[in-house]
């Protein structure tokens, strides 16, 4: 952490909602925030890691009338969807590389408003098969994820690992089609990340990142074999890769969206992630980047 002060200026600072009782309402319209009645912000989220939003709720019962409502999904497909459409206000569940590749494939009219934290990528090893990355051997199955981003990030992290090479002008996002050599023959099995940590006994590893991991009940630092590299000055990736609010782009500028994401960006909203998860999501906020120095 105490390296990434230097790359904070190359990123964005800012984050999250807004919407007067029903999606898409005063959020959008900038209104809302001088009415007595409650502000619902709609977020969208994917997993069990949201103690930081219920942080941001008390915060805001203190200074405003806007209250976060969270939109809980399964799967990573829906809630650039559901963003895009209206359905919600604000989303919170994925990097930015990830939004760059959702928006080319399919043309939302959405925008990263606020970083929020980074969740390094890890391989969970089936503790009845393998204790350390060495062992793992010929014909071993090792899950990764199916998306185009986290599937790329996934073999770069086996590269680094020493388990296969990627051809190098693919950058971050290679696919299984651009491995060039593996030194361990292993077999892949892509599958939707969400569904990783349940595959993991029929594996012997599975690489899933730290918010699916802590919703499955799995310890960043006490189950994992070898993870991912996140220092930006050896990991040239680490800038997309850091987690954000989204909004539809026509509202990013919206006040209620810039109080919450004020409210986010604070100590204790930093403090409860730390505390909450363990390691597992590193806050990737400036000011937060900043006081871990």
């Known amino acids: ?113 606020g970083d929020t934290i980074i969740a390094p990528l890890s391989i969970y090893n089936n503790k009845d098969k393998i204790s350390s990355i060495e062992e793992i051997k010929d014909g071993d199955i090792i899950a990764i994820p199916s998306d185009l981003t986290n599937g790329g990030r996934a073999l770069k992290l086996l590269e680094k690992a020493g388990i296969l090479e990627c051809d190098p002008a693919k950058g971050y996002v290679p696919t299984k089609a651009d491995i060039t050599k593996y030194n361990v023959n292993i077999e892949i099995m892509e599958a939707e990340s969400a569904t990783l940590a349940n595959l993991l006994p029929d594996c012997t590893a599975a690489i899933i990142n730290g918010g699916n991991a802590y919703t499955a009940g799995l310890s960043a630092a006490e189950d994992t074999i070898f993870t991912e590299d996140v220092n930006p000055e050896t990991n040239e990736a680490v800038p997309q890769l850091i987690n954000v609010i989204a909004a539809r782009t026509a509202a990013k500028d919206n006040e209620v969206y810039k109080k919450i994401v004020d409210t986010y ?29």
């Open 1 to 113: 952490m105490k390296n990434w002060k230097r790359w904070t200026t190359a990123v964005i600072a800012a984050i999250a909602a807004g919407s007067l009782a029903a999606c898409g309402g005063a959020a959008d319209t900038n209104e809302g925030g001088d009415s007595a009645e409650t502000v619902i912000v709609k977020v969208g989220v994917v997993g069990e890691y949201n103690a930081q939003w219920d942080t941001v709720n008390e915060l805001l019962a203190k200074d405003s009338n806007y209250q976060v409502e969270l939109v809980k999904f399964t799967d990573y497909a829906a809630p650039n969807r559901a963003l895009n459409d209206g359905e919600i206000d604000l989303n919170a569940f994925q990097h930015k590389a990830f939004l760059a590749n959702d928006i080319s494939q399919k043309g939302y009219e959405i925008v990263d408003i």
């Open 265 to 293: 960006h604070t100590a204790e909203v930093q403090k409860t992630i730390e505390d909450t998860y363990q390691g597992a999501f590193l806050c990737a906020w400036e000011e937060a980047l900043e006081s871990a120095e």
